[in-house]
């Protein structure tokens, strides 16, 4: 069901006009540490090179007018 | 038109297939929905059209809940289009009305209405009169896909920022029957505060529309500040077909893909 | 089975959305606004949209009551009617009619707001009267 809601959500973000890079969904058991260390330091460097939420600017640039 | 649907109506009072008629009334120019219980009460009956077709629809099938849930035993008819009859059918799948007990009459929208709605399908399979009117493919749609990524944004913060949280999107959607509302709970989203979270609140309210939306067009015409809201369930309607092959309202043995758990999809 | 929808205007403020209140057996359950209103056209506010909400609540007072010692009694109209009047001929006389001050309810009728500023301007002197619903 997740997962569903995922591949909906991706698409529904891009419309949004929100890059759906910003969303990943991974399977991690508890029993993986080395593997969630891998996803999420991944993952970060994934967001730092997309750079700040662009939602923030839209919303600041919203409270000017 | 109407006449062919008020002697339906009357014939299926008469051979008793049903108790109640739930339809639109004029009265003293007001269009507003009416319980018919006795075919002499037909006289002012309405198809919701004044000043250009269509342009006092009712939620009809939403009526209808309350109605069945307290006379669970009892038949209706109902006046359908073609967006109504799709959201019973999905009301019939969630189980919140009894399919046996509600005899639909639907009638086509004229072109001019679909054309204005963007309908796929703007007419009813329980067609008692007219002809089936051709389906359009929404352009709206393809303006917003064609500003972006930065200009959506742009787009869509701008509509919601103008949101009063009237709820109204909500309160009039016929497929929106949840007793206990995200949007109403208090830890997500804090009373009091207007617009709500932007762009969070509608972006989870269409999240929800997801395999459940059947594109009346209600919700945007509910809204009194004018967000394009049917434009964006669209989107979410085109996402969930093109994804999982399902629009709601449209095939009555197929359930949301959201409601039944499946394989997982591959990467 | 009666089910009905009964045209009306909403009580909150001086807009006047037409809507529906919608009555199944007596008791209604829903406010659906009127599309053919020329002044809300189908929609509504939040306040609108819950207007029949009040008729049912809980918290709403059915009978007058009076406040002695912190509590809450229920008492006749005569009492709490004399007990208010005597009050304020009392604060009257003691600080001036400007003392006093009166808020009017858009959920009255026209007739009944016009008597309460009645009652401030002519009765109590005061021009402190106003209106919750003020746009």
Request: contains cysteine.
């Amino acid at each position: 069901m997740t997962a569903k809601r995922i591949r909906f959500l991706k698409e529904f973000l891009s419309f949004s006009g929100i890059e759906p890079d910003r969303l990943r969904l991974e399977w991690v058991s508890s029993a993986e540490a080395t593997r969630f260390v891998e996803v999420i330091t991944d993952f970060i460097d994934q967001v730092k090179e997309l750079g700040p939420s662009p939602l923030k600017a839209a919303l600041a640039a919203q409270d000017l007018n | 038109m109407k006449e062919t649907i008020i002697e339906k109506v009357k014939d299926l009072f008469e051979d008793s297939r049903i108790e109640a008629f739930l339809g639109l009334k004029e009265e003293n120019g007001q269009i507003g929905p009416y319980l018919f219980t006795d075919p002499k009460d037909l006289e002012g009956f309405s198809l919701g059209d004044k000043e250009w077709p269509g342009d006092k629809r009712y939620p009809l099938s939403k009526i209808l809940i309350a109605l069945a849930q307290k006379y669970p035993e009892n038949r209706f008819g109902i006046l359908v289009r073609g967006c109504d009859e799709r959201a019973l059918n999905e009301l019939f799948k969630w189980n919140q009305l009894n399919e046996e007990h509600v005899v639909m009459v639907g009638f086509p929208c004229p072109q001019e209405l679909a054309e204005a709605c963007e309908c796929p399908k703007p007419y009813p399979e329980s067609l008692v009169v007219g002809e089936k009117v051709k389906g359009i493919k929404s352009k709206k749609v393809e303006v917003i896909l064609n500003m972006g990524m930065e200009g959506r944004l742009k787009y869509w913060t701008e509509r919601f920022s103008r949101c009063i949280k009237c709820y109204g999107c909500r309160n009039v959607c016929p497929v929106c029957f949840c007793n206990e509302c995200e949007l109403a709970n208090d830890d997500l989203i804090p009373s009091g505060e207007i617009p709500p979270e932007n762009p969070i609140f509608h972006l989870v309210r269409a999240a929800h529309m997801a395999g459940r939306c059947i594109d009346c067009g209600l919700c945007e015409e509910a809204c009194p500040v004018g967000i394009p809201l049917r434009t964006l369930y669209k989107k979410v309607a085109d996402i969930v077909d093109s994804e999982f092959g399902y629009r709601p309202g449209y095939q009555k043995d197929q359930k949301s893909p959201f409601n039944i758990l499946g394989e997982r999809p591959e990467d | 089975m009666q089910l009905k929808h009964v045209l009306t205007i909403c009580p909150y403020c001086g807009c006047g959305c037409g809507i529906y209140l919608e009555v199944l057996d007596g008791e209604i359950i829903r406010t659906i606004p009127s599309k053919t209103s020329p002044v809300n056209q189908g929609r509504l506010c939040i306040k609108g949209w819950s207007a029949h909400e009040f008729v049912v609540s809980p918290k709403r007072l059915k009978r007058p009551y009076l406040r002695k010692q912190e509590k809450l009694h229920e008492a006749s109209w005569d009492e709490v009617l004399d007990f208010t009047a005597s009050r304020l001929r009392e604060i009257r006389e003691k600080h001036g009619p400007d003392s006093i001050a009166f808020l009017a309810s858009a959920k009255c009728t026209n007739e009944e707001n016009y008597l309460l500023q009645k009652l401030a301007r002519a009765a109590i002197g005061t021009n402190n009267i106003d209106h919750c619903a003020r746009l």
